[in-house]
């Protein structure tokens, strides 16, 4: 069974305070790993997909990147309009449900502090 | 209207009442999906649709049924629920579901459902 796990549940930065957020997953096959944005009452906003280890995408502040084993979302220079869950999903290889399943963690609550 | 819209954003209903969520992409996408948002717990995937064919039926009770008209609507009809369906009950919308490729799912603003 596909298991994906965040961590911290939360972190609390100062504004300009660089972290990162942990994904560790176990998937039989990765087709792909994504990161969504979710700010409180709003659906999941779209940021990244990854398909193999070594791969790293930039947006703004953050980056992602990828292992065999985890992902991470670094953010450098957090603001205070960096706050929301960030969560992550992962599809895996192979046919029939695999084509949409999406497993998803529970997500990490970051707030930044101004 | 852009990306995926839901209405109501919000709703409370009694234990016997009967109401409908309503779900719109503007994306030209082909595939939908309903999802059940609960505090402290995952998404939860309910229904897939592509094409407007059923393609999942996530183990989901019978109080809750889809429907897809067409591939730009989808809605969830609701009977009978229990106080634990309150939630936010999400749809997202992707491209078509060839095997071997992969969709990002985009997400509506979600219904926050509460059951008295």
């Known amino acids: 069974e596909d298991q994906v796990t965040q961590s911290p549940e939360a972190l609390r930065l100062q504004e300009g305070e660089s972290s990162s957020l942990n994904c560790s997953y176990t998937?039989?096959?990765?087709?792909?790993l994504f990161w969504y944005r979710q700010d409180p009452g709003k659906g999941p906003e779209f940021l990244f997909t990854l398909y193999s280890a070594g791969e790293e995408k930039e947006k703004e502040r953050l980056k992602a990147t990828l292992t065999k084993k985890e992902s991470f979302l670094h953010i450098t220079a957090p603001k205070p309009e960096d706050s929301a869950t960030y969560l992550c999903?992962?599809?895996?290889?192979?046919?029939?449900?695999?084509?949409?399943?999406?497993?998803f963690g529970k997500g990490t609550l970051l707030t930044v502090n101004p | 209207e852009t990306g995926v819209t839901q209405t109501p954003r919000h709703l409370v209903m009694g234990m016997t009442n009967k109401k409908s969520l309503k779900c719109e992409q503007h994306?030209?996408?082909?595939?939908m999906y309903w999802y059940k948002q609960s505090a402290k717990k995952p998404l939860e995937l309910m229904f897939v649709y592509s094409l407007e064919e059923r393609v999942e039926n996530n183990s989901v009770p019978s109080r809750f049924s889809p429907e897809c008209p067409n591939s730009s609507h989808l809605f969830l009809h609701l009977h009978t629920l229990q106080p634990e369906d309150s939630a936010l009950y999400l749809c997202?919308?992707?491209?078509?579901?060839?095997?071997?490729?992969?969709?990002?799912?985009?997400f509506g603003p979600g219904t926050r459902l509460t059951v008295t």
């Open positions: 999903a992962v599809q895996a290889g192979g046919s029939g449900s695999s084509n949409y399943k999406l497993t």
């Open positions: 998937v039989s096959g990765l087709r792909g």
């Open positions: 997202a919308s992707s491209d078509g579901l060839a095997g071997g490729a992969t969709y990002e799912q985009y």
């Open positions: 994306l030209g996408h082909n595939a």
